[in-house]
């Protein structure tokens, strides 16, 4: 099980690009802001998230401050970086 | 929208704390390992999620090497930092 839904706005985006097997891929930064509960207290959520997105989806012509609903997994940027990744497999403009 | 469902197994717990408000807190990593398809592609993802949970739920006696579902969302560690942390808010044994 390794599922994120999240809401936000693109606040950077790379220009498309082609692996060598010829997939295009996408890589954005979302920002998120929301109100969430916690031990019973609201509290004030932030987040700035790499992405990713590979396929078709990479070719929706995103740009900076649309916002989006997104779907995916996160991992690893790599074999040796903790840091994480939002690989988005589900998008949807708000 | 912030909702981020994951399975994994604790790889490091810190002794239960308490905030000045009396709340206990637990901090943990998380270490997930899966295969997701992306672009129509099967692939192996890992990740190591710093983990955090607040209120009764942080009494739970998790040890390294427990396998645990998860259910929470995601925020960055502080105002200063862009380093994620997941707020656990459901728990479960596996």
Known sequence: MNCLE???EV????????TPAGIPA?????????EQIEA???????????????????LIPLKI????KTKGFIGNKSA???????HINFIEYL
Request: net charge positive; charged share 20%; aromatic share 4%.
């Open 6 to 8: 999240i809401s936000g």
């Open 11 to 18: 606040c950077h985006v790379d220009p498309v690009r082609y």
């Open 26 to 34: 996408l890589n954005l930064i979302l920002k998120h802001s929301s």
């Open 40 to 58: 019973n207290l609201k509290r004030t959520i932030n987040c700035e998230l790499s992405a990713k997105i590979m396929g078709n989806d990479a």
């Open 65 to 68: 401050g649309d916002r989006i």
């Open 80 to 86: 040796k970086s903790n840091q994480l990744i939002f």
